[in-house]
Structure formats: structure tokens, C-alpha cells
């Protein structure tokens, strides 16, 4: 008998493994809005960066110029290129505020031209880029929160439920993903408490406050809704936050790379174009 029971267990070992469990787990509006938005941001922030190089100071307050105390800086000297914040002061040459070109051009804009749109310094192009995708950022995002709302996204995806709140399963989450464990069956289709919150405050807050800011920095809106001025402390207070703002996106577009890079990049790929999803199998226990 145990000859046979030992057969039947090296044929079980050698069947075929079960087909992977597919979900639909990002519907098409979600699909649309993830492409759009990470063109439109990279076209944003490159344009940014040509804009910033016309005046690469920062101020707190109302009014900002040459003569006046930046908290941050980027700069150069006759022969090296710097970064400064606050008191504290990095050399950059080669790198940000002295650098040489493709030709062999030195150059002392404070972002080099691989960084920016146009690549040769124009203020007035990265102002028409800007503004354009400015435009496509700020339509594309209000049809998405309006779907994320009226939907079902908001409440199936993005609910934050109550017992996600507690302390222990947020530090739990947060040691899980420190350690690189990622979830595996039905969990894994699913949005955890941390990307939960990002998404949230990416869609619902930080987005919406980089609109409101950019709209501050425009003399005609300053006309028209004066009230955007004092809720900011001012324009170039607006154009600080707008600036910080700006790499936060940048630091959550790495951090999500990377994650995608660790939880499989093929199948968060295909998820993000097809929608469907293949669950990672159940670990052993």
C-alpha cells in the first residue's frame, strides 16, 4: 500500500499547476487617467524647470527679488555651480547651476537641458507648454475625481476602512513593505492602507493644491480671486509650495517605480493596459 500511496504522491507532485487567477483590477477610466497624468506631469514639471531657470531663487512672502533673502537657491560662481538652503550650501558643478552642454558649452542656467522642455533656454515656450498641460492636468483631473466620486472608486478602492486605522496594522504595513513582503492571493488585488492614503492625498489634495498655487502665481487670477493671495501669504509664497509640491510628486513617482519594479513589472504593466490582473499564488505555510 505504501507503494502505491508513494506513486500516487509523485504524480500529485508532478501535475500540472492550476492557472494563475485573473481579476479586472483597474477599470478604464483609471487606465486613461494614469497615462495622461504621468505624460501631462512629466511635460509639467520639464517646462517647470525651464521657467525656474529664468529667476532659480525662492521666497516666502509677497515679494521676491534679486536683493532680497531666498530661502532656497540655485546658483553659480566663476567656476562652480551650488545649491543652497537656508544657510546650508552644496556645490552642484557639473550638475545643477555649472554645467556643460552636448557641444561642450558651459552653461550656468540652474537645471541643465536634458531636464527641461525646450532644451535651449526660451521662457515664453516652457510658459506654452505649461500652460497648455496645465490645462490638460486640471480638466483630465476634475473628470477623474468626479468618476473616483460618483463611480464606486472612491468607496471600493480608496475606502479607508475603520479597522485600517488602527496604529498596529498601519506600523504593520509599513514593516511589511520596509521588509519588501508583498501581499500574495486576493490581497494582492486589493489597495493597502498605505496606498490608500497616497493615492488619496495625491488625487484629493496635492494636485488640487499645485492648480490652486499655479493659479496664484497669474496676475489676472490675483485680479479676479485676490482671496487665492491670502490664503497662500502671498505670490511667491505660492510659487515655493508650488516648487515643494512639484519634486513631492516627483519622490512619489520614484517610490511607486520602484515598488512596481519589486511586485513584478510585467503584471502591475498589463494590469495598468489591460486591466487584468494576475494574483500572485498563496505563499506555503
Known amino acids: 500500500m505504501r507503494g502505491w500511496e508513494g506513486v500516487l504522491e509523485t504524480m500529485t507532485d508532478l501535475a500540472p499547476a492550476p492557472p494563475p487567477t485573473r481579476v479586472y483590477r483597474h477599470r478604464l477610466p483609471t487606465r486613461i487617467w494614469h497615462?495622461?497624468?504621468?505624460?501631462?506631469?512629466l511635460i509639467l514639471l520639464m517646462s517647470g524647470l525651464?521657467?525656474?531657470n529664468a529667476h532659480p531663487r525662492l521666497y516666502w512672502g509677497q515679494y521676491g527679488a534679486n536683493a532680497d533673502y531666498a530661502w532656497f537657491a540655485i546658483g553659480s560662481t566663476a567656476d562652480t555651480g551650488y545649491v543652497r538652503i537656508g544657510a546650508a550650501r552644496v556645490e552642484t558643478t557639473g550638475l545643477l547651476g555649472r554645467w556643460t552642454d552636448a557641444e561642450g558649452v558651459e552653461k550656468t542656467w540652474a537645471f541643465p537641458g536634458w531636464a527641461t522642455i525646450p532644451t535651449s533656454y526660451s521662457l515664453a515656450d516652457g510658459r506654452r507648454w505649461h500652460l497648455l498641460f496645465a490645462w490638460v492636468l486640471a480638466i483630465s483631473l476634475t473628470?477623474?475625481?468626479?468618476?473616483t466620486a460618483l463611480g464606486g472608486h472612491l468607496k471600493k478602492d480608496l475606502h479607508?476602512?475603520?479597522?485600517?486605522?488602527?496604529p498596529r496594522h498601519i506600523w504593520h504595513e509599513i514593516k511589511d513593505h520596509a521588509r519588501l513582503r508583498f501581499p500574495t492571493g486576493a490581497a494582492a488585488a486589493r489597495y493597502n492602507i498605505l496606498?490608500?492614503?497616497s493615492y488619496i492625498g495625491i488625487i484629493f489634495i496635492l494636485l488640487p493644491l499645485m492648480i490652486a498655487t499655479g493659479l496664484t502665481m497669474s496676475p489676472g487670477i490675483n485680479a479676479a480671486a485676490p482671496w487665492?493671495?491670502?490664503?497662500?501669504?502671498?505670490?511667491?509664497?505660492a510659487r515655493s509650495i508650488h516648487f515643494?509640491?512639484?519634486?513631492?510628486?516627483?519622490?512619489?513617482?520614484?517610490?511607486h517605480i520602484v515598488m512596481v519594479m519589486l511586485a513584478g513589472p510585467v503584471n502591475e504593466l498589463r494590469s495598468m493596459?489591460?486591466?487584468?490582473?494576475?494574483?500572485?499564488?498563496?505563499?506555503a505555510k
Open 244 to 255: 515643494i509640491g512639484a519634486w513631492a510628486l516627483v519622490a512619489f513617482f520614484l517610490v
Open 35 to 41: 497615462w495622461v497624468n504621468a505624460v501631462t506631469l
Open 195 to 197: 496606498q490608500k492614503l
Open 50 to 52: 525651464m521657467i525656474f
Open 273 to 283: 493596459v489591460t486591466g487584468w490582473f494576475r494574483l500572485p499564488a498563496e505563499k
Open 228 to 237: 487665492l493671495l491670502d490664503l497662500f501669504g502671498g505670490r511667491q509664497s
Open 160 to 166: 479607508v476602512r475603520r479597522d485600517e486605522w488602527s
Open 143 to 147: 473628470l477623474y475625481m468626479l468618476w
